[in-house]
């Protein structure tokens, strides 16, 4: 397993308000991260930094992308995306006016730069590429049991089945790491059963890194390999869930709070 983000000495400061501070971690090929910690511990900003939302005060992003390996401080959220580092967001940015099949083919087509003249006179090229991602997204939507509900908009979807429509258009962009925020977030017991399998499926069969934030410890202790904790932006804590869930820092952070 090798490395694939490394992440040294990442500071952001807000003002007088340092939400990130000092912290260092790694990513490797294919395993399943979580990031956790309180309310306020700085893991959406560290997402924000990690996708280019917002830029680092001090610090190092590296990636390992399929052209070496490139530093992602400085570079605009796009560029990151396509390097290969998609994201959903806490609150849900679907396109809510256009179906669920547009939605994914707004963001598969980022991936597929077609020539201005083939564009331009609809030449078969340009057909033959257009049916091609058309049968990817539905088959990623299939993926996701969301092939009955291709002509449905968005808005007219339940709130869960919303947030599954986000990770497949994040999935959409090829990538090598899939950063989720809080996918559980609103979601019913059942319906995050259902996401969790959803997340290990996608994991296996795409072969990459997932990361994600969750406050759900069930959700995070079934699917982590491992662990990052942060507290009042500093990182507190890394490992397994089961040495996680029996280090005292974080039982300490997490006072009240069940680790379990
Ligand atoms: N744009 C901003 N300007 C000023 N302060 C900010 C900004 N974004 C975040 N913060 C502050 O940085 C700290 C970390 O916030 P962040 O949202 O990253 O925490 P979090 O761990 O994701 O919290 P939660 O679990 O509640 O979503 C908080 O004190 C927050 O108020």
């Keep these: 397993m090798s490395t694939i983000l490394k992440v040294d000495d990442l500071v952001k400061n807000f003002g007088g308000l340092t939400a990130v501070s000092d912290v260092s971690m ?21 997402f924000n930094l990690l996708t280019g939302v917002i830029t680092p005060s001090s610090g190092a992003i590296s990636f390992r992308g399929p052209k070496g390996t490139v530093t992602l401080n400085g570079k605009k959220a796009y560029q990151i995306a396509n390097l290969g580092l998609a994201r959903t967001f806490q609150n849900i940015r679907l396109f809510k006016d256009l179906t669920v099949l547009d939605n994914v083919l707004v963001a598969m087509t980022s991936q597929y730069k077609e020539g201005l003249l083939s564009t331009l006179f609809r030449l078969p090229s340009y057909y033959k590429k257009e049916a091609k991602i058309a049968k990817e997204a539905t088959e990623l939507l299939a993926i996701f049991d969301l092939q009955e509900s291709v002509d449905v908009l968005a808005k007219n979807l339940p709130y869960g089945i919303q947030r599954r429509l986000e990770i497949v258009r994040a999935l959409a962009m090829k990538p090598q790491i ?72 974080v039982i300490k952070a997490y006072l009240g709070e069940e680790v379990s």
């Excluded at 790694?26 to 900003?45: C, H, M, Q, R, S």
């Excluded at 996401?195 to 990459?208: D, N, S």
């Excluded at 202790?221 to 890394?238: C, P, S, T």
Aim: proline share 5%; charged share 25%; aromatic share 4%.
């Design 26 to 46: 790694t990513l490797n090929d294919d395993e399943l991260v979580a990031l956790i910690g309180p309310n306020g511990a700085g893991k959406t900003t560290l």
């Design 178 to 249: 899939l950063f989720l925020d809080e996918p559980a977030a609103g979601m019913n017991p059942e319906e995050t059963a259902d996401l969790t399998r959803l997340i290990k499926k996608v994991q296996r069969e795409f072969h990459i890194t997932v990361v994600l934030i969750e406050h759900d410890m069930s959700l995070v202790m079934n699917l982590a390999e491992r662990i990052y904790v942060l507290d009042h932006g500093a990182m507190l804590a890394q490992g397994t869930p089961t040495e996680i869930k029996q280090n005292p820092a």
